[in-house]
């Protein structure tokens, strides 16, 4: 399916980092370095209609991606030698089926004629796109300088940590040490939305709406925030490395907050809304995880994120996994979250009820081919009135799996003084002409109730039926079709097409 590049938002910036691309794609000079081509495709037809007699939502969304990965760009790889690579990831998220009352903007009456209003105001959404085009990664990274011990990315890129997953614009650089641990120092800009840099809002803390605001009249949404400013960025982390039965990271990252931003959701008697432009915290968290492994006996797990907005550890939790027991698997597990916001929102004016969860599970390997497992436990929900809220959690699951035929059954039950959620599901899959074909199935029945809104209390069917084919090794193509009823809703529909292709 073509498109064109001029319809991709972001301007000269989209077009000019997608033609790069397809350029190295091109290339057919011959160089020394190894690559590799990676594209997904899926199409999804799909209805969503309100519990609440609102509109019917159609959408008709079309998602790819195509990364490009190279290796040994510094020429003949020499064992034992310094490397460098380079990694690009772009994201196409059109959706075709968005109605033009939630985009569509008029000239502004009575303003300075630059301001725009909505064409319906019920319908319409600040922010939205039909055809959201993103960069997700790109980046060239250095591994084995100075003697193996530094390494080194520019670029757009990841961290996943216990902080969380994250997404900046910068560099970093880690030293590795003979002793077994890292150091890791990295700056730039968070990957935010509503900048013109095939971004998005994704990787951004919690609370706060932030966008592309020009040509909005100020009166329109004071609430959804212009985004213009680079958000500065900064952390660093210290890691274990080669240690086989430790492996444990410390990290600490700030973010800055430089936009200005209205402060009052209502304008003064001159129509004019106050904003504070000062450079501030938008987030500061330190955290650390470590996981200790004895092979053939188990694994100790703990984390523990530090906020230090809210001056309080804010998600902290462990697990222990014990394997010495000949076909069984035992483990445990607590973990504690109180929900956080950016510097910037309102959340923080407001109570912050924690969760914490307690649970043990158990794992039976009946034969190679059949296992079970069973979890159980409880969840504690803070509140101001009324003291903690609890629910009884449980759930029992099977898997059958062998070269031609994968099974699955689940049931499960979650209730407690906030409602009640419980149901069973199942699958079935089935190879054919040795996985050159495949079809599966899926069912689902589950009930749920909410003493808070009674009229959303329902139960639910959903099917699922799908196949898939491979053309050839690193190709699939696949087709599903859902179907879920129920009293609340109605019905509703989608259809999906995938299409997974790497190329060497």
Known sequence: MAFSPERLPGGKGARSALF?????????????????????????????????????????????????????LQGAHVP????????????????????????SLISGIGGSGADM??????????????????LMMAYVEGRGYAN???GFRLGRQYVVDALGFWSFDGGLVRLTTP?????????????????????TSRFEADGVWRGNRRGLDDALLPAYLAETEFAPAYGFAVA?????????????????NRDAVVVAPFPDVLGRYDRYGADR??????????????????????????????????DYGGSLDVTAIRSFELGADAAYFLPTFDGDSIFNWFSHMATTTVDGRVRFNATRRISFVATGGVRRFGAEAGGALLDVLGSIDGLYRSPLHTATLRAMDEHGERGRRRGVDMSLKRLFVGGLYEAFTMASLYDWSDPL????????????????????????????????????????????????????
Not at 37 to 55: C, K, T
Not at 291 to 312: I, Q
Not at 455 to 463: D, G, K, L, R
């Open 20 to 72: 790069l691309l397809l350029a190295a794609l091109g290339s057919r000079t011959a160089h020394a370095y190894d690559a590799a081509v990676d594209s997904a495709f899926s199409a999804q037809l799909y209805q969503v209609s309100s519990a609440f007699g609102g509109p019917q939502i159609g959408r008709q969304r079309y998602v790819e991606t195509l990364s490009l990965r190279v290796w040994d």
């Open 80 to 103: 034992g030698g310094p490397t460098l690579s380079a990694v690009a990831r772009l994201r196409l998220d059109a959706d075709f089926g968005v109605d033009a009352a939630e985009t």
């Open 117 to 134: 209003r909505p064409r319906s105001p019920e319908r319409f959404v600040a922010g939205l796109s039909e055809v959201p085009f993103d």
């Open 148 to 150: 193996g011990l530094v």
């Open 179 to 199: 002793v077994h641990f890292a150091v890791e120092a990295y700056g730039g800009a968070e990957q935010r939305g509503g900048l013109p840099m095939l971004s």
């Open 240 to 256: 274990t490395t080669d240690l086989s039965f430790l492996d444990a990271r410390i990290t600490y990252r700030k973010v800055v």
């Open 281 to 314: 915290v938008s987030s500061e968290k330190v955290g650390g995880a470590v996981v200790a492994t004895l092979p053939s006996a188990g694994a100790l797990r703990a984390n523990v994120v530090y906020d230090a907005l809210v001056a309080k550890p804010v």
């Open 453 to 504: 809104r009674p009229v959303a209390s329902t139960t639910s069917f959903t099917y699922v039926l799908g196949g898939g084919y491979r053309p050839f090794r690193r190709a699939k193509i696949g087709l599903e079709w859902e179907h879920s009823m129920s009293e609340l809703v109605g019905h509703r529909f989608r259809a999906l097409a995938t299409l997974d292709l790497t190329v060497l």
